[in-house]
């Protein structure tokens, strides 16, 4: 059974970080690329960033680059999204998912856990 699990989440002040997890189980993780999306109220669920398990190699949404860094580690089957220089902006709810190559839309991904709630207060 595939389960993904998103941890970290919390609530944080403008300007602080936060470090969400990704555990990964029930499937080959090497074999996939992990994305993390997220879901504002009254939003679609956007990408935010992903990773491709074999190779490292990353994508990341315009509104995040520069202030959010996606890494894995292979051996433990985890995904981290360190988020720095938090903005009430982006309050959401963060998701994880997988899928054999990233894509920027949620419905190129084939496996979603449940989310870790992020809220930035201003």
């Known amino acids: 059974e595939v389960q993904l699990q998103a941890s970290g989440g919390g609530l944080v002040q403008a300007g602080g970080s936060l470090r969400l997890s990704c555990a990964a189980s029930?499937?080959?993780?090497?074999?996939?690329?992990i994305g993390w999306f997220r879901q504002a109220p009254g939003k679609e669920r956007e990408g935010v960033s992903c990773?491709?398990?074999?190779?490292?190699?990353?994508y990341y949404a315009d509104s995040v680059k520069g202030r959010f860094t996606i890494s894995s580690d292979n051996a433990k089957n985890t995904v981290y999204l360190q988020m720095n220089s938090l903005k009430p902006e982006d309050t959401a709810v963060y998701y994880c998912?997988?899928?054999?190559?990233?894509?920027?839309?949620?419905?190129?991904?084939?496996?979603w856990g449940k989310g870790t709630q992020v809220t930035v207060s201003s």
């Open positions: 990773i491709v398990s074999s190779d490292g190699s990353t």
């Open positions: 029930g499937f080959t993780f090497d074999d996939y690329a």
């Open positions: 998912a997988a899928d054999p190559v990233c894509s920027r839309r949620p419905d190129g991904m084939d496996y």
